[in-house]
Each structure stands twice: as structure tokens, then as C-alpha cells.
């Protein structure tokens, strides 16, 4: 940051830079970058570092604060799943096709919906770029977390209703988790979210 005393007018859409009060035209810098102060009579302009303007919206926050929460949740009870900690009873598997042990199901909770999550949060705060990510991103002309977090809240839809098929007993974390899913869905259809994830941000993570 910097700090330039002068008579310069502060007015202009380009601000230019002054020393010992003379305007420089050859060091002009975009006015957005600059906040005016006036102190004791003399105008003085501070250069602030663009990747500290703006903020994240609200939706966005709410977002990532879902995901982490079923990130985390949902990597434990994977984890706990596959080494046979409080999964269900086995009897539970005579009615549920193509599966004979709860590893499958477990591996699924904790990478695809734990560590997905994880990940789809952590890309999503930072905005941070995937190469080979490239083309999905020019197909959905938004940032590759923004259709990770849909993908993840359908899957959660899907998983949910898969267990009150085959599961013989209902259980409250279903809403729970049925809801999170629903949630996931709608956040990024938030048009603050797809403006913050879109091709042309309109604001730029804090760091």
C-alpha cells in the first residue's frame, strides 16, 4: 500500500499517481483500486491490492459451510462403515441387491460424498483451477465446483431414497441428510452463487 500526497484530482475514471505534486499520466492505475482521503487540506490516494476487493456472498458462504458439514460427517461414517464401527446389521443386506457387505456402501459415504464434498468445498472458496477440469468448465460456462456441488446434493437425494426403499427402519438422519441433498441442489441455482462461480466473477475470494 501506498501513499501519494498531491494536488491531483481524484475525479478521473484513471486516477494518476502524484509526486511532489505533479500528476504522472505513465504511472495511471484503475481508479477501483485506489480509495481517496483528505487530510489537513492535501488530497492522498491509497493503493489497495485488488485480490482484497469484495467479498464473498452470503449463498456462497452457505455452501460451503453444507458441503464441509457433509464432507466431514460423511467421511467419518464411511470410514466407521468400512471397519464395521455402528454400521447397520448384516440381516439389513438380504434386502438390498447387488451388495453382500457394507464396504461398498461405506466407500461410496466417505470418498464420493465425504472427500467429494471436501474437495468441491475447498474449490469453490478458492475458486482454484483443475486443467484437465478445463472442459467441463467451458461446458457448463461455470467454475467445476459449481456442478460438483449438484452432483454431490443429487447423489445425497438418490442415496437417501435408496435407503427408505431398502432399509427396514426409518431413522431421523434421513431428513437430515435428505434435506442437505435438497440444499445442495438449490444453493447453486442461487444466481449470487452462479454470478460468483460464472465465467466473468463479479467478486474475488479474500486470501
Known sequence: MSLNP??????DPVVPVCASGVASR????????????RMNGVDMTITVSPTKIG????AVVATVGVLVFLGISALGGGIAMVLGIGAPPDTWLDEIPVIDSWVAPGLVLGIGFGAGSLV?????LRRSRLAWLGSV??????HWSWIATILIGLG???WIAIEL?????????????GSVGVVLLLLPMNSAVRRYLGPNPTHRPRR
Request: charged share 10%; glycine share 4%.
Open 156 to 158: 445425497q437425494v438418490a
Open 137 to 142: 468448465e467451458q461446458l457448463t460456462r461455470h
Open 120 to 124: 468441491a468445498s475447498y474449490g469453490m
Open 6 to 11: 498531491g494536488p491531483c484530482s481524484l475525479s
Open 55 to 58: 467479498h464473498r456472498p452470503a
Open 165 to 177: 426403499i431398502y432399509l427396514p427402519e426409518l431413522s431421523a438422519l434421513q431428513a437430515v441428510y
Open 26 to 37: 505513465s504511472h495511471a492505475v484503475p481508479a477501483r483500486e485506489l480509495t481517496a482521503l
